[in-house]
């Protein structure tokens, strides 16, 4: 059964920084792409990085380009978020996905998706 478990969320002030985790389990999260993305309140659910299987990150908000690292733990099948310099516009709920693909793809074909965890960023 595939489970995605999103933690590390939280209160941060403006320019902090912040680092996600995605615990994997009912696959192996080095086989196939992961993504995550953000619903911040009264928006649509939007993409933010993506990784494929091949380690390749991309990006879909332009807005967190410089500022947001996706990486992966193969060995413990877990992913991450890196948040840098945050703003008080990146307060969302994040969510980890995956679609079960070796390539990035969009929010419509996701199959399975964690509960999401809570940032906000607010001095």
């Known amino acids: 059964q595939v489970q995605l478990v999103e933690s590390g969320g939280g209160l941060v002030q403006p320019g902090g920084s912040l680092k996600l985790s995605c615990a994997a389990s009912?696959?192996?999260?080095?086989?196939?792409?992961i993504s995550w993305f953000r619903q911040a309140p009264g928006k649509e659910r939007e993409g933010v990085l993506c990784?494929?299987?091949?380690?390749?990150?991309?990006y879909y908000a332009d807005s967190v380009k410089e500022r947001f690292t996706i990486s992966r733990d193969n060995a413990n099948n877990m992913m991450y978020l890196q948040m840098n310099s945050l703003k008080p516009e990146d307060t969302a709920v994040y969510y980890c996905?995956?679609?079960?693909?070796?390539?990035?793809?969009?929010?419509?074909?996701?199959?399975?998706w964690g509960k999401g965890t809570l940032v906000t960023v607010s001095s």
């Open positions: 990784i494929n299987r091949y380690d390749r990150s991309t």
């Open positions: 996905a995956t679609a079960l693909k070796s390539v990035c793809s969009g929010r419509g074909e996701m199959n399975y």
């Open positions: 009912g696959f192996t999260l080095n086989t196939y792409a």
